[in-house]
C-alpha cells in the first residue's frame, strides 16, 4: 500500500489520493459517489462503458442518474454536454453534478488536453465535477506522448478511476 501511494504522488502530485479496489466498475462507481450525492446524475456520451456496460451498478449501487449524450465519436464537448444540462430548476429532474468520459473513448477515440481542458473549465463553471474513466488511460498517453499527470490532473480532472484490469494488472 506504501509503494502504491507513492507511484500515485509520483504519477499525479503530492495532492494526489489513491484508494484501491477491485474493478473498474467498483472504481467508476466509488469516484463518482464520491463527488455526487444520492439521487444526483452525470452527463456522458452514449456510448459510455459507466452507461452500457456496467450492468446498472451506477444506479443499482450509488443511485446515480446518467444523462447520455448522443456523439458521433464517443467525445462528449462542452456544446454537447452544455445539452444535458435540462431544467436546472425542476426539483423531479436528478440535478448534474459531474461529467464523465473515457480516455481512450469505448470507440478507440483519444481526447486531447485541449479538449480535456475545454470540459473540465466548463464543467467547473457549472459547478460539475470532471471524471475520468481510464480503463484504458495507458493508451491514451501513448497515443498523446504524454505522462498522465498532462491530460488528468494538469488539464483540470477532478478524480480519475485508474484502470488496469483492461492492461492485465490481474
Known sequence: ?????????????????????????????VSLEACLGRGQSVICAESAHIHNDEGGAP???AGIKLWPAPTTDGKLTPEL????????????????????IS????????????EIRALADWA????????LDGA??????AALGTG???FTVDAGVDILSLGGTKI???
Open 1 to 29: 500500500t506504501a509503494k502504491f501511494d507513492e507511484v500515485i504522488t509520483e504519477l499525479f502530485g503530492a495532492g494526489a489520493l489513491g484508494f484501491p479496489v477491485f474493478s473498474g466498475t467498483g472504481a467508476n462507481v
Open 59 to 61: 444506479e443499482a449501487m
Open 81 to 100: 454536454a452544455a445539452a444535458q444540462l435540462g431544467d436546472l430548476s425542476f426539483v423531479h429532474r436528478a440535478q448534474p453534478a459531474a461529467i464523465s
Open 103 to 114: 480516455n481512450t473513448t469505448e470507440l478507440g477515440t483519444v481526447y486531447s488536453v485541449a
Open 124 to 131: 467547473h463553471a457549472h459547478g460539475l465535477f470532471l471524471h
Open 136 to 141: 484504458r488511460v495507458s493508451n491514451a498517453a
Open 148 to 150: 498522465l499527470r498532462e
Open 168 to 170: 492485465g494488472a490481474l
